[in-house]
């Protein structure tokens, strides 16, 4: 699988939160830089520890974020994405264990890459933007 790169086809419409999404990826282009060009281990461990401490952040802006969903299918959503955040950073901590005992990197960052894109960036987060604005809530970053 090539690396992934930013697209503004990612953009949500909520600044921060297309900003965090952006920085997510393009850290994740150096991260897959890193592992593509047999860096050491501790570099890359360093690099994926940050992007690690990054995404937790987002993930928690977001959840700020969802904490004024009211309604009924808001709530459920709040309660699907916060699950799908928490385990999709325990995969993230998975994989980056694989790479500290030496296993296959690059499958490890095809997946994290992949999972990204199909759950953060595109579903999860048009649906949570969907939904505030259908409960008539202000996106002020």
Known sequence: MPPV?????YRIGH????????????????LQA??????????ILGLF?????QF?????????LM?????????AHRHAHCAEHADFLHQAMDLRND??????QIRAMETLSMQLIAF????????????????GLVLED
């Not at 790479?99 to 296959?104: S, Y």
């Open 99 to 104: 790479i500290a005992r030496g296993r296959d």
């Open 34 to 43: 890193a592992i593509a060009t047999a860096d050491n281990r501790t570099q």
């Open 49 to 53: 520890d940050e992007w690690l401490d």
């Open 56 to 64: 937790a952040r987002h993930a928690q802006a977001e959840e700020s």
């Open 120 to 135: 953060d960036l595109i579903r999860r987060d048009f649906e949570m933007i969907g939904l505030l604005l259908r409960e």
């Open 15 to 30: 600044a921060s939160i297309d900003q965090h999404h952006q920085e997510l990826v393009q850290d994740l282009e150096l």
């Open 5 to 9: 790169y930013w697209s503004d086809t």
């Open 67 to 75: 904490a004024h969903l009211r309604q009924p299918a808001g709530i």
